[in-house]
């Protein structure tokens, strides 16, 4: 058995250490947020934040997570600046790779409540959307940069 903390809540599930992170989230636990995209950590679909910080669950493992604090975009609070913005803005256009880009998102935010265009541009490169909404993506950034005070950002939902 694999204990998890996941958006503040404990699970134990039966896995094999190995078993990357984004099928135990999805199959065992049942959050479908987090997204299977490419399965070799290159478009970012699968973003979750273990302790605090963006990482690709399908290359992560069970065993690697165990003992640490994971968030999935279910665990980001509906009331989040990024999440509010994404919807004023109307960023997703298919959706698939939105969570992911939610996450890397909140993560900068986070680190850096202001950023410029460079700053998201370097925190979202590993994020691909084939629909092309990157304008949109960074208007929401800034959108939610000006949204909530920087203390709100810091919190950055269960991280």
Do not use: F
Not at 108 to 130: E, F, H, V, Y
Request: proline share 6%; aromatic share 4%.
């Amino acid at each position: 058995m694999i204990s998890l903390d996941v958006n503040g809540k404990k699970y134990e599930v039966e896995a094999a250490p190995e078993e990357p992170l984004l099928w135990v989230i999805r199959e065992k636990i049942g959050l479908t947020g987090t997204k299977y995209g490419c399965g070799i950590a290159q478009c970012g679909a699968c973003t979750v934040h273990i302790n605090g910080e963006p990482e690709r669950s399908c290359q992560t493992s069970v065993k690697d997570a165990q003992g640490k604090k994971i968030t999935t975009i279910e665990g980001i609070p509906e009331s989040h600046p990024v999440k509010k913005a994404w919807i004023e803005d109307d960023v997703p256009q298919c959706g698939y790779c939105q969570p992911g880009q939610i996450m890397s998102a909140v993560a900068l935010m986070k680190k850096n409540p202001s950023p410029s265009d460079d700053d998201i541009d370097q925190a979202m490169t590993g994020n691909i959307c084939r629909c092309g909404t990157y304008k949109r993506i960074r208007r929401a950034i800034h959108r939610a940069s000006i949204m909530a005070p920087d203390d709100t950002m810091a919190k950055g939902g269960k991280s």
